[in-house]
T-cell receptor, first 115, second 111 residues
Framework: KAGVTQTPRYLIKTRGQQVTLSCSPI?????VSWYQQTPGQGLQFLFE???????NKGNFPGRFSGRQFSNSRSEMNVSTLELGDSALYLC??????????????FGQGTRLTVV | SQKIEQNSEALNIQEGKTATLTCNYT??????LQWYRQDPGRGPVFLLL?????KEKRKERLKVTFDTTLKQSLFHITASQPADSATYLC??????????FGKGTKLSVKP
């Protein structure tokens, strides 16, 4: 069974630009969650998509957005990049995605550096 | 407000000893709690899930306890090895059902 695939692995962008990150979940998983990880804040929840609908959203500004396609693949977009957006962005897929009842499978992450 | 605290940012132990990591939470009533391992530059990897009605769960050299009265979970690695060196994260469901993670404890096992 293929794991969660995130592309690209590394990205360098300039302040003010926008970026799109991609996540392909494990086959059969309908829930995809996105997290931002920084040394100071740890893993912070961005949003969760389930069957193409955003089901939950964390406390991030509207510059952070996402979507999910009918094949469960998900993208997240960050517009007007700021230096503080530099982080490891992680995608996790799971069967249900709710209530911690099932394990989450994480991708390798996309390391975004904003200069 | 809801909080998850992993008491130690870092834990250093000698090979062969038992590592014990702590996860405390406040203002949650989780039905499930999970533990993950994360190596540098990689995504977390699921280790164990424990339900509120389970006091203890084991998997090979790993053991997790869940005390809903103390609002605490303990994670033990027995006969630790240098390969166990990593950051360990506890996670539980937030108010909206999504997984909320503690900041992790970095474990270093010295030979």
């Amino acid at each position: 069974k293929a794991g969660v695939t995130q592309t690209p692995r590394y990205l360098i962008k300039t302040r003010g630009q926008q970026v799109t990150l991609s996540c392909s979940p494990i086959s059969g998983h309908r829930s995809v969650s996105w997290y931002q990880q920084t040394p100071g804040q740890g893993l912070q929840f961005l949003f969760e998509y389930f069957s193409e609908t955003q089901r939950n959203k964390g406390n991030f500004p509207g510059r952070f957005s996402g979507r999910q396609f009918s094949n469960s693949r998900s993208e997240m977009n960050v517009s007007t990049l700021e230096l503080g957006d530099s982080a490891l962005y992680l995608c996790a897929s799971s069967l249900e995605g709710r209530g911690a009842r099932t394990e989450a499978f994480f991708g390798q992450g996309t390391r975004l550096t904003v200069v | 407000s809801q909080k998850i605290e992993q008491n130690s940012e870092a834990l250093n132990i000698q090979e062969g000893k038992t590592a014990t990591l702590t996860c405390n939470y406040t203002n949650y009533s989780p039905a499930y709690l999970q533990w993950y391992r994360q190596d540098p530059g990689r995504g977390p990897v699921f280790l164990l899930l424990i339900r509120e009605n389970e006091k203890e769960k084991r998997k090979e050299r790993l053991k997790v306890t869940f005390d809903t009265t103390l609002k605490q979970s303990l994670f033990h690695i027995t006969a630790s090895q240098p390969a166990d060196s990593a950051t360990y994260l506890c996670a539980l469901a937030g108010s909206q059902g999504n997984l909320i993670f503690g900041k992790g404890t970095k474990l270093s096992v010295k030979p």
